[in-house]
């Protein structure tokens, strides 16, 4: 059986804009998904075609192969330049806005405030700019211009670099190829694998939620247990070390949380300190 993968001409179009230095691996990443694939062969829909025997690869098992690729690509694979972990630790993590872009609470930095930043805590090297620019280079950090000022902030590649692909195009690009290309089985292909899909991530067993007509660009929903609204603010809570949690909960929770559902929270954190 011959594996097809009707997501790879979006991806081959998406990866090189959303990982510059990744744009010559993209064969490596397509032949990886259909090893994946390969691991779900039930999730794998067989057509005959041509005299020739298909299977077709479905959404999940992109997803599945971009979040072992890029993972591995992201922590293992890409070299740092020297001391670009020492500034990335100046860098608080970034948080998406519901479009998929970087928030309004996003800690920005000239590279005046990273030279005063990085000699506060002892880093011992005078020349900022190459360190910048390799950073930039390997997307760990992006850049702003603010009134002819360049901003700095730290890439939400590194926490999750799956999220940059936008997943609601991605599965409407799918179907468009499946009715163009593989309209016998296209209903079928469309029904099972690009409406609502649920996938286990292999490195943390969160359940991930891939919405197809989601309304934000950033399509990758954890699911948190109620009453909670998000799968960080669950691990927080689940996390906390300190004593009032209620303060420091409102303080960094993501949700919008109401009177009760915080006496919910504050009531089973309690239960499971007893």
Avoid at 17 to 33: D, E, M
Avoid at 66 to 85: A, D, K, Q
Avoid at 86 to 91: E, G, H, N, V, Y
Avoid at 224 to 238: G, I, L, N, S, W
Wanted: proline share 5%.
């Amino acid at each position: 059986m011959e594996l097809k993968n009707p997501c790879a001409p979006f991806l081959f179009e998406a990866i090189p804009s959303a990982f510059p230095v990744s744009r010559s691996k993209v064969q490596y990443l397509l032949r990886l998904i259909n090893a994946v694939a390969r691991f779900y062969p039930d999730e794998i829909l067989r057509v005959n075609k041509d005299g020739k025997r298909y299977g077709l690869v479905s959404p999940k098992h992109n997803w599945l192969g971009l979040r072992i690729y890029l993972n591995s690509f992201v922590e293992e694979c890409l070299h740092m330049p020297s001391h670009g972990t020492d500034i990335l630790k100046l860098f608080p993590d970034t948080r998406l806005d519901k479009f998929g872009f970087a928030d309004g609470e996003t800690v920005r930095m000239s590279s005046n405030e990273i030279k005063k930043a990085a000699k506060a805590v002892g880093l011992p090297f005078t020349k900022l700019e190459p360190v910048l620019a390799g950073l930039l280079m390997t997307g760990f950090i992006e850049v702003d211009e603010d009134k002819g000022k360049r901003m700095y902030y730290k890439s939400p590649l590194i926490d999750e670099p799956v999220a940059m692909i936008n997943w609601s195009d991605l599965i409407e690009e799918t179907k468009n190829f499946m009715a163009k290309n593989w309209n016998s089985v296209a209903d079928e292909y469309n029904g099972r694998f690009c409406s609502d899909i649920q996938i286990v991530d292999p490195f943390t067993g969160d359940h991930v939620r891939l919405g197809a007509r989601a309304k934000s660009a950033k399509k990758v929903e954890k699911i948190a247990p109620k009453p909670y609204h998000t799968q960080k603010d669950y691990m927080y809570v689940e996390n906390y070390k300190g004593k009032d949690l209620e303060k420091d909960f409102l303080l960094h929770a993501e949700g919008d949380y109401n009177e009760k559902e915080i006496e919910q929270i504050i009531g089973r954190w309690k239960s499971k300190k007893s």
